[in-house]
C-alpha cells in the first residue's frame, strides 16, 4: 500500500510540474510584444518620396540571412529624425536627387544576432563582398560588430543618394559569386544610388567618410550627403559614409527592442 501511495504521488508530482511548464510556455508564447514610443514614426508617413531599401530584411546583408526583428522592410525613426530627414529630401529633390535609407531603427535582437554570427567563425559565406580585408575574429577589436548600437535608440539611420528617376536595383540572388565592396561601381553589386566609392556596408577602411583614397565623384558624392545632412543637425560616424545620427536624441541611453513592424507603432501609450 505504501509503494502505492508513494507511485501515485510521484505521478501528481509530475503531472503537476508538467501542467507549470506548459502554462509558463503558454504565457510566453502570449507575452505581448513591447511597443515603440508614441514618438516613434514610420518614414513613410512622414516623407514618403524618401525610397526605401530595408537591406536587414533581406539576405543581402554580411551575415546573409534576414537579421532577426526585421519583420517587415519598413523605416521607423524617432519623430524629430524623420522631419529632418524630410528635410534634407526636400533640399536634395530640388537639385534632382533622393535620399534612400538602408536601414533605421534597429531592435537589439538584431544586434543580438550580429553577435552570435559574429562569434561563428566557421559562418563566413558573405565575406567575399562585406569584409574581404578583415579577419573575422577581428570583427569586434575592429569596431564593426558591438553589443549595442545607436540605432536602436531611434534617431541614428544608414542611408546613401539617388540620382532621379531612380534607376530599379537588381534583386540580389544568393549563392552567386560575391564582389569586393570595394571594388569599381561597375563591377560590385549594382546599386542605384551615387558611387560612394564602396557599397553599403562595407567594413574595410575604405568606408571611412574623409578616407584619403576616394577621391574626385566619388568623394564629391560622400560630402554631398555630408553636408546635407550636417546643416540640419546630423553627427556623421567617421567610420562608416552612410551612418548619421540626429541630435540632439531624444532617447540617448535607451536600447529598444521592439520589432520592425507596424504593429510596433499602433495602441501605443
Avoid at 68 to 90: N, V
Avoid at 208 to 229: E, F, V, Y
Wanted: charged content about 25%.
Amino acid at each position: 500500500m505504501t509503494r502505492l501511495l508513494r507511485a501515485v504521488r510521484g505521478l501528481i508530482t509530475a503531472a503537476a510540474v508538467l501542467l507549470t511548464a506548459t502554462a509558463a510556455s503558454a504565457t510566453a508564447r502570449a507575452a505581448p510584444e513591447p511597443k515603440a514610443p508614441k514618438d516613434f514614426v514610420a518614414l513613410s508617413a512622414v516623407d514618403p518620396t524618401i525610397i526605401q531599401e530595408i537591406r536587414y530584411f533581406t539576405p543581402h546583408n554580411f551575415v546573409g540571412r534576414r537579421i532577426d526583428g526585421y519583420r517587415q522592410p519598413l523605416c521607423i525613426l524617432t519623430r524629430p529624425a524623420a522631419q529632418a530627414l524630410h528635410t534634407a529630401q526636400k533640399q536634395l529633390l530640388r537639385k534632382g536627387y533622393s535620399l534612400k535609407v538602408y536601414d533605421c531603427y534597429r531592435p537589439q535582437r538584431a544586434v543580438d544576432h550580429f553577435v552570435r554570427w559574429a562569434q561563428d567563425l566557421d559562418d563566413q559565406a558573405m565575406k567575399g563582398e562585406f569584409y574581404p580585408h578583415v579577419d573575422k575574429t577581428r570583427l569586434f577589436a575592429d569596431g564593426y560588430i558591438a553589443a549595442k548600437s545607436g540605432h536602436s535608440r531611434g534617431s541614428t539611420m544608414d542611408l546613401t543618394i539617388v540620382e532621379l528617376p531612380a534607376g530599379p536595383t537588381r534583386p540580389y540572388v544568393p549563392g552567386k559569386p560575391l564582389v569586393p565592396c570595394y571594388a569599381p561601381k561597375a563591377e560590385r553589386f549594382p546599386d542605384n544610388s551615387l558611387d560612394m566609392g564602396t557599397g553599403y556596408d562595407c567594413f574595410d577602411t575604405l568606408a571611412h567618410t574623409l578616407d584619403p583614397r576616394i577621391q574626385g565623384q566619388q568623394r564629391a558624392n560622400r560630402l554631398l550627403l555630408k553636408s546635407t545632412l550636417e546643416n540640419l543637425g546630423f553627427v556623421n560616424l567617421a567610420e562608416e559614409w552612410w551612418h548619421y545620427t540626429y541630435k540632439p536624441e531624444p532617447y540617448p541611453d535607451t536600447y529598444f527592442d521592439f520589432p520592425v513592424t507596424r504593429q510596433s507603432l499602433t495602441a501605443r501609450r
